[in-house]
């Protein structure tokens, strides 16, 4: 039996708080560990708080920090056209600067998406790319989750397996995001079919099957739906990644108004809530804080 899945709090859906705040849903979610990105930490850091005390608050909170969102610099393009001022500041990071982070905060994963546009770099240069950014995690232990969306440079399943069979590194996967995964080309057999060594963590969510927003990108960043509430199959999805055997976190990542309306706390809550529900749906165990 596998043991219990990391429960990840990926702030989304309490973007609107700050550090503190995602601090706070995840503890109030019973969250095991936590997510930041490179613009939550520069603005924790001009509040005042130094790299050791956000180490504290989550560790104390019973989520530590362990989960970097995001790294673009893999790939020769760090920022796509459509790109709003938010984005920019989590995706034009430097690989360097991504490493210290981690390495101040103590984090041990490390998601790295694409930030290029569609047919804006051949698939020789991503599959060096990605492998040189897995040899140099693999000398600090990092492990590597690559992330498909279906709006950029790397929009299905297929486009993400391309390049990590490519590279077929030992310290790296593909994150499966429902959303992204219903939205793009829904390659369900694919993903029944790869190996399970390369399927270790998810993030899941919902929607409707329609555009709601004036583009996919206005869907994604707006108008996702907390687990279980939209139209999505997130509990199928979710027990063929878990029937592989290596689920080691999977956790919540909903960007919605309808988010952003809630209180830290309450946004901690209703994530824990929804997730913790398809995932007992789906047969899948996760930790308890």
Not at 77 to 87: F, H
Not at 93 to 99: E, P, Q, V, Y
Not at 260 to 289: C, F, I, M, N, Y
Request: proline share 6%.
């Amino acid at each position: 039996m596998s043991s219990p899945a990391d429960f990840v709090f990926w702030p989304a859906s309490a973007r609107v708080h700050g550090f503190r705040g995602h601090v706070e849903a995840a503890r109030a979610g019973g969250f095991t560990s936590l997510a930041i990105a490179p613009e939550t930490y520069q603005d924790a850091l001009e509040s005042g708080l130094t790299p050791g005390d956000m180490k504290s608050m989550a560790a104390d909170a019973g989520a530590p920090l362990r989960y970097l969102d995001s790294l673009t610099d893999w790939a020769p393009i760090r920022v796509p056209a459509e790109c709003t001022p938010e984005l920019r500041a989590r995706f034009d990071i430097s690989t360097d600067h991504s490493f210290r982070m981690c390495e101040k905060l103590g984090l041990t994963s490390i998601l790295a998406v694409a930030g290029y546009d569609k047919g804006t770099v051949e698939l020789p240069r991503l599959i060096d790319g990605f492998g040189r950014l897995c040899d140099r995690a693999k000398h600090h232990g990092y492990w590597i989750d690559l992330e498909f969306m279906p709006f950029w440079g790397m929009p299905n399943l297929s486009d993400a397996w391309a390049i990590v069979s490519g590279v077929n590194p030992s310290n790296a996967g593909i994150l499966v995001d429902v959303w992204h995964f219903s939205k793009g080309a829904y390659e369900l057999d694919l993903l029944k079919n790869l190996p399970g060594k390369h399927l270790a963590g998810m993030q899941i969510d919902d929607g409707p099957r329609r555009q709601v927003g004036h583009s996919l990108f206005d869907d994604t960043i707006n108008h996702r739906k907390f687990p279980g509430e939209g139209e999505m199959d997130v509990v199928e999805i979710i027990r063929i990644v878990a029937a592989k055997g290596n689920l080691r976190h999977v956790g919540p990542e909903v960007f919605s108004l309808e988010a952003d309306a809630l209180s830290a706390r309450d946004a901690g809550v209703k994530s824990a809530q929804t997730s913790r529900k398809v995932l007992a749906q789906a047969g899948v165990e996760v930790a308890a804080a």
